[in-house]
C-alpha cells in the first residue's frame, strides 16, 4: 500500500501541520480525526487497515488530516469567538492547501469526507457549508451541537458553524440543490451517546427534503473504535 507523509508549514494557520496520505488512486476520502486527534489517528486505531483491501487496489484515496481543536473549540483559554475564529482559519487550510493537494495526486471528480464522534461534526459541517466541494459525508457517532463549547456565548460565526442552528433556516436554492445531490449518510449505534444528535440532525434534514440515511446498528453498538472499524466496511469497501 502507498503510504505518504506530508508536512508543510501553513501560512494560514502560522504553524507546521502534517498529514497521511494512503493509497495511490480511487475516490479521495477526508479524514478528520476525533476530539483533539491527530492525523495518525486513523491508522493507529485500525481504521486503514479495514480498509487496505479498497486502498491497495486502488478503488479509494485516504486522507488523514491533523486537528487544531485544542487551539480552537478546546482551548478554554481564550474568548469563544476567538476559538470559533481558529475553527474558521483551520476550514481555510482545509479549503486552501489541503483540497489543492487533493487534487494534485488525484483526479476523481468525487470528495468523500468523514469523521467519528467529533470528527463527524467537523465532516458534516464542511459538508454543509462547502457543498461544491464535496459530493458524500459519512458520520459515524457523529457529534454536531457546537453549544457545549461556547459557555453560554454565540455570534454569527457560531451560528453558521453549528448544523442544527444553521441548517433548518436555509433557504438558498444554490444550497438546497446541491445539499440534495449529497450523499449523506449518519450512522450511530442504538447505545452510542450521540444517537440522540443523529436523530435530531437526520430530523432537519427530513424537513428540508434532503436526502439522507441515518443508519442506527442495534445489538449495543456504541461509540468506540471497534464499532466505527465494522461500519467503515459498510459504507468504504
Known sequence: MNREFHRWYSPRLGREME???????????????????????YEDRGMISVLAGKISEGSLQVYCVDSVDGESWYNRAIHPHHRVVRHLTYENYVLEEVLPLVRLKNSSSELGVTGCSFGGYHAMNFTLRHPDRVTHCVTMG?????????GGYYDDECYFNCPPDFLPNITDPWYLDRYRALRLVLATGDNDMCLGENYRLAAILGVKQIPHWLDVWGDGTGHDWPWWQRMALKYFT
Open 19 to 41: 498529514l497521511l496520505v494512503f493509497g495511490h488512486g480511487g475516490t479521495p476520502l477526508l479524514v478528520f480525526p476525533t476530539s483533539l486527534g491527530r492525523f495518525f489517528e
Open 142 to 150: 457523529g457529534a454536531f451541537d457546537i453549544h457545549q463549547f461556547l
